[in-house]
Every structure is written in C-alpha cells, then in structure tokens.
C-alpha cells in the first residue's frame, strides 16, 4: 500500500492540495482553484478576498481527495513567505488533517517549494544555482540541500513578477500580467524604447526593477499624452521592457557565473514560464558551461505538489513540527548572505 503525504499551498492567490508518494515520489493527485479571475478587477491580489476564498476553497478539494486519506502518513504545508492571512487558512487546515489522522506535520518555506517544483517526479540533483522570479520575490541562491540554500543577490525594491504586473496594470491588460506582457511583446519591437538597464554601471550583485518600471510608466504618459495607445504601442512597450529586464537578469547572472563553479543551474518560481527569458538563459549557460534544469509548466506557478516534494526532503531529514509548534513564519527581507529556514 503506498504512503502518501499531502500537502497544502494557499500563500497567495491559488489554492492548492496534492498527495504525493512518499517512496516513489509520484505525484498521485493534484488540485488546485485559482482566484486569478476574482482578483484581476482589482489589478492585484486584495488579501481579504484571497483569504475568503481559501476557506471556501481548500474544504472543497480536500473533500474531493477523501478517498486517499487512510494511506496519509504525514501533511507538509506552506507557512511562509506569503500573505498571512491567506498562509493562515492552509495551516488550520493542515493542523485539523494532521491532528485527525494523528500524523506528523511539516512547515514548508515556499521558496523551497519552487526550488523543490524542478525535482516533482524525480530525485533532487544539487548542487545548483537557482534564479528564483516569483511575484514577491527575486534572488540568485546556492542550494547544497534541503537546509543549505543561502541568498547570493536579491532584489533591492520590486521582483521581477510585481514589475511585469505592475507594467501590466499600467497598461490596464489586467492581472496576473507576466502571461499578458509576454504574449504581447512576442508581436512587438525590442529595440523600440530603450529602456535603462538596472544598475548597468554598478559592480554591486543585486538586482532593481522600480528605476525600469518608473520609466515605461513615463513613457506610457508620454504616449497617452499624445493620444490613444495603439495596440502596436503596448506590444512595443512590453517587448522593450522585457529585453531590459532579461539584459538586467543576465548581467548579473553572469557575475555570479564567473564566480561559481556549480554545473546546474535553473530559474524557478512564476516568471519561470516565461519562454523569453529561459531562452536569454539557455545561451548564457551554454557560453558558461553549465547545464540548465527546467520546472515542468505544470508546476511553474504556485501548486501544492511542490511543497509536497519539499516536505519529503524535510520528512526523510526526520525534520518534523508539532501541531503546537507551527506557525505561520514573518515575511522577513532576507539579505544576501542569509540562509532561507
Ligand atoms: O511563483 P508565483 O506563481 O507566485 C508567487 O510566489 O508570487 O509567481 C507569480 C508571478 C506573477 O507576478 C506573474 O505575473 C508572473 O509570476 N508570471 C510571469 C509569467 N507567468 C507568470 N511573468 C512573466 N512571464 C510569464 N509567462
Ligand atoms: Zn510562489
């Protein structure tokens, strides 16, 4: 009989559950509700709704897994970082399974679910540098293993996946606006607007997205200002942004390249599903050497399945919580030179 462990992400926007074996690391269900559409009137997620939401979502998938739950031996749920009124609804939901069927609970940090979203299905191969591009959070890290992963550059303002929103919302093409703006740029012109490259002329190993944003929102004004937008000005917009955020993303990459001799490297988090961007990373790890992994397209975005693969690592580690012990985790900025907990 297989042993399962189910896990449950609800950090944000979607709301997800997934079992996953435990020996032989199949992912055995996945589900997930999405609130994409309730929060894109607002251009971005509204956390009191998200939380709503959750509550009435996250009952209604884990009625639909029922079946499975004699096989559960352990339940792994997001605790931090996210909106923790959201984080809030996965934990009391994951303490009341994991107190009915008397098993144990793991607390898993999201990022190292989207860092464990490149091994669902398979085992883990590190070391690896990862470019982690999610919605709030943008960094270069080193991971060795479960509990060795720790920040090599990060973002100083915005991420890059707040940056294609917030260019998005300025354009009023709704949200999420990463999936939008890389559609459109794909008919635009890159070389339209030159747009400034962050930190271009600084040595400093960090990455800043609000310079760029500020500009496409000027010359977005100056384009209003003379009339109407065409369809054609938006494409080149975002075709022109992004070229400034994949030129931004590879200068410092490549900094870190040359100092790092680690083989395997792979971007993980939402913007990873960005073809663009992959592809800017393909040429430069084949110029280095390195060897890049990819996050299947089905788990690029938040999902439970992740976080599932990531509790198995904690779970064979025997790194346990209790139902007393775990708690929804601060949104700390991390600074590089820290390690993710
Ligand atoms: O990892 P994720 O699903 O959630 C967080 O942990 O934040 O990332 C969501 C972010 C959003 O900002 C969304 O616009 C962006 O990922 N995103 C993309 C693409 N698909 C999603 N950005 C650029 N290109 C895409 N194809
Ligand atoms: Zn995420």
């Known amino acids: 009989m297989s042993r399962l462990i189910l896990s449950i992400e609800s950090s944000c926007d979607d709301s997800s559950i997934a079992l996953t074996d435990i020996e032989s690391l199949e992912v055995v269900a996945h589900k997930k509700i999405s609130q994409e559409i309730a929060h894109s009137r607002y251009g971005g997620v509204v956390p009191e709704l998200a939380s709503r939401m959750h509550a009435v979502a996250l009952p209604k998938l884990l009625e639909s897994l029922k079946g499975y739950l004699d096989s559960v031996e352990a339940v792994g749920v997001t605790t931090h970082p996210g909106l923790s009124v959201s984080l809030h609804e ?4 994951a303490k009341a399974v994991a107190t009915f069927l008397d098993v144990p609970i793991i607390g898993v940090n999201h990022l190292k679910g989207h860092i464990y979203s490149l091994f669902i299905e398979k085992e883990a191969q590190l070391p690896l540098l990862v470019l982690l591009l999610s919605g709030g959070h943008t960094q270069i890290l080193s991971v060795k293993g479960y509990d060795d992963m720790s920040i090599l550059a990060t973002t100083l303002d915005d991420s890059v996946g707040e940056a294609y929103d917030k260019v998005a919302k300025m ?18 012109d890159r070389e339209r607007f ?17 310079g760029l944003k500020n500009a496409v929102r000027l010359q977005i004004e100056a384009l209003k200002a003379k009339g109407e937008m065409s369809q054609k000005d938006k494409c080149d917009i975002a075709a022109s942004f992004e070229k400034a955020i ?13 100092q790092e001799s680690i083989k395997h490297f792979a971007i993980v988090g939402g913007v990873s599903a960005n073809r663009y961007i992959k592809d800017g990373f393909k040429k430069l790890c084949s110029k280095f050497n390195k060897e890049m992994l990819e996050v299947d397209l089905r788990y690029t975005s938040d999902n439970a399945a992740m976080i599932g693969r990531a509790a198995i690592e904690a779970l064979k580690a025997g790194k346990f ?21």
Do not use: W
């Open 194 to 210: 030159a747009f400034p490259v962050p930190l271009q002329n600084s040595s400093r190993i960090a990455f800043s997205l609000s």
């Open 246 to 258: 994949l030129s931004h993303l590879l200068q410092k990459s490549k900094k870190i390249f040359k």
């Open 321 to 341: 919580d209790t139902i007393e012990s775990l708690k929804v985790g601060a949104n700390r900025q991390l600074e590089a030179g820290s390690r993710l907990d």
């Open 171 to 188: 354009l009023d093409l709704g949200y999420p606006g990463g999936p939008i703006i890389e559609k459109l740029a794909r008919e635009g």
């Open 90 to 93: 996965g934990v009391i939901m």
